[in-house]
């Protein structure tokens, strides 16, 4: 897959996301810290894909799935590549699965990476 095949979405600064969450940027960061949210400095300063969040809060199934990632060995930009790009056995870009409810089957896949 090249970075045209990934989903488009939105990059949230930490003070944008504080805004979104009704939150002080250091919740946010210990969001972060917590492997609740991930985020990326590859074009600058920290961001966080938008499509993380859902009415206006964090997509409650993230936390899990980003520990599965990491313990097949993904950094944080590699959590958030594998997320953001369509995974052919799931059918869609697995943060869209997630959206849409399908945690166990996004799970089951990312064990797989291991």
Do not use: C
Not at 30 to 44: I, Q
Not at 63 to 76: E, K, P, S
Not at 96 to 109: I, Y
């Amino acid at each position: 897959m090249t970075a045209h095949d990934k989903i488009q979405t939105e990059w949230l600064s930490i003070p944008d996301v504080a805004d979104l969450l009704g939150e002080t940027p250091g919740r946010v960061r210990r969001l972060l810290d917590e492997n609740a949210l991930v985020a990326s400095r590859r074009e600058g300063p920290l961001k966080i894909p938008a499509v993380f969040f859902l009415d206006g809060e964090v997509l409650s199934s993230l936390r899990g799935t980003i520990f599965v990632l990491n313990d097949a060995g993904f950094d944080d930009d590699g959590t958030i590549d594998w997320l953001l790009t369509p995974e052919e056995s799931i059918g869609v870009a697995p943060i869209e699965a997630l959206r849409a409810g399908r945690k166990a089957e996004v799970r089951r896949v990312a064990a797989t990476l291991l």
